[in-house]
């Protein structure tokens, strides 16, 4: 029997066909769990190797929808307008998935008919299949992550395949869709996902309304609500989402989410598939793979014991390791939101937008506030930019991440960043971020108000996980002229540099992200842009590699010139003329590693990979890509 969803039926799954007293095996061995969780009196509490699973939800994909597109194909991810709502205010739980596939593929992939997907590279095959939803918790966590089985009906139980796979960024459930969902569906693998105990759950303050399992909103005490903020403060207003406000410091923990997805996958196979059963880490290959915080998590899984993992690939990875070079996200976050702005000032030719005539009033105000707090010298703003742009040169940076950065700045992305990250490596709930930041829906004039209906409901769909995003911003209570942004970020650096409680709660927020070695004998393919902005290869890859190698690791690493972080946006003229996406060697990656296991090729090793940008008005040819 083929389990189909059912918004009636307990748990929200039943077996076409079957008795209700026989709901089917796979609904009450998880429903069994929740009720195991529940009668401990407290929170749920599990070991990486039994991890509890509870709000399942099974839902069938075929027939004008599928697993990798939802229905819409290429030609419908490519549309500039997102799948519609019939109720702008009550979107069904088919919309809301719809949009959020839309909304994942646009945000991590360049679908312009320039960039050459889906005819150089990549797949967006319409894959009939069912998915397997539940919440799952690491070992003292206070909120649940959400995990994800997408099992095609041409899943080949004689050659038993799962990729598992972590959002990336602080995306939601589907944030990995386009990097393993377009290479494992397509080739007959289950792909297994987690949003890593971030995601797109926002709670809003102002009605007390979260996200259930199936994207829909409800109020404090729903049965099922992805995520509810402890301890909230009398008169709260605005928004509260997990990866800022669930006090878990989600990122230490992320080798454990994905393990968790792994054995979620394997249950949910077992079931699915009772004949073949049962499947195991010994006769099912396990490929991790992820990019940005994706690949930083899938890194981390690999240093996890136990002989689980047959591979893992890494894109442009946010990983922290004690070696030298390395720096923390936060670190260097901190510094570039300060820094930048300036330090952009001394380069001629920077990919737009951001329009420099719109920005550079606001960048030279910044060359002078640093000039005044004794950051930088010069008596004019050359001279200040040309120090701010040395000092980050000084730091590790290279010409290229600060070029590519400007995109980063221009978007206000590293101010966002740095304030949920030190919200969540300082484990601070609603109301307690030591420099005053909360987020909210914006008025026009960057003032805070109450979001309505329409954009509560849209947020599970379009939202990316950290705001800015079109409905939310950020609410900044230290702004102040003339640089309106400058006391709440020299706040943030000092939560880095300081030593005063809330300081020294950061750092050992971030101490304890850092990442161990992966295990002796596990293939690594790490894959990098040399001109990342957002995550410097200087800083994460490259002391990563070096430190596993010299413990004997077996690292490969491929380096990629012409290439920054986000491929989303290269369907902007300028970035599209300038750089290369990095997702065609990520699946190139994933294809050695495929061949080393099922057929014994032995992995490439490094390579400085020399693409040729494709430059203005031209589609990407596979000469530019230049694959190893």
Request: proline share 8%.
């Amino acid at each position: 029997m083929v389990p189909k969803y059912d918004d009636a039926a307990p748990g929200g799954c039943y077996l076409a066909g079957m008795n209700t007293s026989k709901i089917g095996r796979l609904c009450a061995s998880l429903a069994l769990a929740g009720i195991a969780a529940c009668a401990t009196g407290g929170e749920p509490r599990s070991t990486p190797e039994d991890p509890v699973f509870t709000e399942p939800r099974v839902t069938e994909h075929r027939d004008g929808d599928d697993l990798l597109t939802a229905g819409l194909g290429l030609e419908g991810l490519r549309s500039m307008v997102p799948p519609p709502f019939a109720d702008p205010e009550a979107p069904t739980p088919a919309e809301l998935r719809r949009r959020a596939i839309w909304s994942n593929w646009r945000g991590i992939a360049d679908l312009s008919p320039e960039g050459g997907y889906g005819t150089l590279y990549g797949s967006a095959a319409k894959v009939p299949g069912r998915e397997f939803h539940a919440y799952a918790t690491v070992p003292g966590a206070r909120h649940p992550h959400r995990v994800l089985l997408q099992l095609p009906d041409g899943f080949d139980t004689s050659r038993r395949c799962v990729v598992v796979a972590p959002a990336s960024g602080s995306r939601g459930v589907y944030g990995a869709i386009a990097v393993a969902g377009a290479w494992g569906l397509p080739r007959g693998c289950a792909v297994a996902y987690t949003d890593k105990g971030a995601g797109t759950d926002y709670f809003d303050l102002d009605t007390g309304t979260g996200t259930r399992a199936d994207g829909t909103r409800g109020g404090v005490g729903t049965d099922g609500l992805a995520f509810v903020p402890d301890g909230i403060p009398e008169g709260a207003s605005g928004i509260a989402f997990k990866h800022a406000h669930s006090r878990d410091n989600p990122e230490a923990d992320w080798g454990l989410h994905v393990h968790q997805a792994a054995v979620f996958a394997l249950r949910m196979l077992d079931e699915a598939l009772p004949r073949a059963a049962p499947f195991t880490f010994d006769n099912t290959r396990i490929i991790a793979v992820g990019i940005s915080n994706g690949g930083g998590a899938v890194l981390r899984a690999a240093e996890l014991e136990g002989d689980w993992l047959d591979a893992v690939v890494a894109g442009e990875p946010n990983v922290y390791v004690d070696a030298p070079g390395a720096r923390s996200l936060y670190d260097y976050a901190t510094e570039a939101a300060l820094l930048m702005p300036c330090a952009q000032l001394h380069l001629e030719g920077l990919p737009q937008p951001p329009l420099m005539a719109q920005v550079a009033p606001f960048w030279a105000q910044r060359c002078a506030s640093l000039k005044e707090a004794g950051w930088i010298d010069g008596t004019d703003t050359a001279a200040q930019a040309k120090s701010a742009y040395g000092r980050m040169l000084a730091a590790g940076w290279t010409e290229g991440a600060i070029r590519a950065g400007a995109l980063s700045t221009g978007f206000d992305l590293w101010r966002s960043v740095a304030a949920t990250y030190a919200s969540a490596y300082g484990r601070y709930g609603v109301g307690e971020h030591p420099c005053g930041y909360a987020f909210a829906a914006l008025n026009a004039d960057f003032t805070p108000r109450a979001a309505t209906a329409a954009e509560r409901a849209s947020w599970w769909s379009d939202g990316s996980g950290i705001p800015p995003s079109p409905t939310l911003g950020v609410v900044d209570t230290k702004l102040a002229p003339p640089d309106f942004t400058l006391p709440g970020l020299l706040c943030l650096r000092a939560l880095h540099d300081g030593d005063d409680a809330d300081a020294r709660r950061v750092q050992a927020g971030v101490a304890a992200t850092r990442a161990g070695l992966p295990r002796k004998g596990l293939p690594v393919f790490i894959v990098h842009g040399v001109d990342d902005g957002l995550i410097p290869v200087a800083f994460s890859s490259a002391p990563y590699v070096a430190a596993a190698r010299k413990a004997g690791r077996d690292v490969r690493f491929w380096r990629v010139r012409n290439a920054q972080h986000f491929d989303g946006f290269l369907g902007l003229p300028d970035y599209g003329a300038r750089y290369l996406p990095l997702l065609p060697y990520v699946y190139a990656a994933l294809d050695r590693v495929a061949a080393h296991l099922e057929e014994g090729v032995p992995l490439p090793g490094d390579a400085e990979i020399a693409t040729t940008p494709r430059g203005q008005g031209r589609p990407l040819e596979a000469s530019h890509l230049a694959m190893p």
